[in-house]
């Protein structure tokens, strides 16, 4: 008999898009929809997570992932701790190891890393028992914003599959891009890297995508722009000749739009710097601009993913 797939997404951890079957995606963003309605009603208290421990562990800063890790995590029910690195013994010289294995000495249930080195989180994970989610490892991967990414354009575009998406500035820095070319491609679009040849990842063939580094030809045609901060903190060095030459090639302006298709969705996973890789107008156009639609997504994923990695605590395994 052929083997039937299972359907549901049932993994220890999120590490990585990378690895992932169509299915398991597929999975974490059914369940996620249901949170989308959920997350508009007035009570949205759930005790899904009633009597598990999440700790959001943090060590470069974020507004977005970490405020949504923790509203996921209170709307399930669960008890949150956020870790502030700056007021723990992390300062003191304490290692990525010993603090993991402290925490779990504390018995979590799960644990959201996020972490300026790759590979950090998935090597912590090997030093605890409770479910870890990345929530973004150096340049690596950044799998939940590639999950409420996916969501986005799913609920703004009916599909996934058969969209051509524009993937757009520092690609060589971005842990958003990796993981998104990673979902967009298991889930059927066909995705584009543009940007200066100084922030395309060496070896960029390795890819099979098609590279621009002119960015009207990169657009021409395309359903989904989606741009990427200049991530200047993990640059050595100068990548571009100034923020005003960057802006004027490769920043998103009315003009450069005109080359996709002219419903084409803008996507941004934030912090965005205005002026730099995106024109405040076509940030803020209501029509075409889905960036807060993002941050709505990241709640409902993020709760989708608590769920899934909790579900066999509650299923009693
Ligand atoms: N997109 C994203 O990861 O944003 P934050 O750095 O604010 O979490």
């Known amino acids: 008999m052929p083997e039937t797939p299972d359907l549901a997404f049932r993994r220890r951890h999120l590490l990585a898009i990378e690895g992932l079957h169509p299915f398991e995606i597929a999975d974490l963003l059914d369940c996620a929809e249901g949170y989308v309605a959920h997350n508009r009603k007035s009570d949205k208290k759930l005790s899904t997570l009633r009597g598990l421990t999440q700790i959001n562990l943090f060590y470069e800063n974020s507004t977005r992932t970490r405020t949504s890790f923790e509203l996921a995590g209170k709307r399930l029910g669960a008890d949150v701790v956020n870790m502030s690195v700056s007021g723990s013994s992390i300062k003191k ?8 294995m402290t925490l779990n000495a504390m018995h979590p249930d799960a644990l959201v890393v996020r972490h300026g080195e790759s590979g950090a989180v998935a090597l912590l994970a090997h030093h605890v028992r409770c479910a870890v989610i990345n929530a973004g490892d150096g340049s690596h991967e950044h799998p939940t914003q590639a999950l409420l990414d996916a969501l986005t354009i799913r609920r703004r575009r009916g599909r996934i599959e058969g969209l051509t998406v524009a993937i757009c500035g520092d690609v060589l820095h971005s842990r958003v891009a990796r993981s998104n070319l990673l979902l967009l491609q298991a889930m059927g679009a066909s995705v584009r ?14 890819f099979q995508v098609p590279t621009f580094t002119d960015m009207r030809e990169g657009l021409e045609g395309c359903d989904i722009v989606m741009m990427l901060r200049l991530q200047t903190e993990r640059m050595q060095g100068s990548f571009v000749p ?16 005109k080359a996709a298709k002219p ?3 803008i996507m941004h996973p934030g912090p965005m710097n205005r002026g730099v890789e995106i024109d405040g107008v076509v940030a ?8 807060l639609d993002q941050v709505e997504m990241g709640v409902a994923v993020r709760m989708a993913c608590l769920d899934a990695l909790t579900r066999h605590l509650r299923d009693g395994d």
Do not use: H, W
Not at 93 to 100: K, S, Y
Not at 193 to 202: E, I, N, S
Not at 246 to 257: A, E, H, N, S, V
């Open 284 to 291: 803020d156009d209501i029509d075409r601009s889905a960036i």
């Open 193 to 206: 890297l543009v940007g200066p040849p100084t922030l395309l990842p060496p070896a960029i063939e390795t």
């Open 93 to 100: 010289g304490e290692t990525l190891i010993d603090t993991a």
């Open 242 to 257: 100034s923020v005003r030459e960057y802006f004027r090639l490769y920043g998103l302006t009315p003009d450069k739009l």
């Open 263 to 265: 419903d084409a969705l």
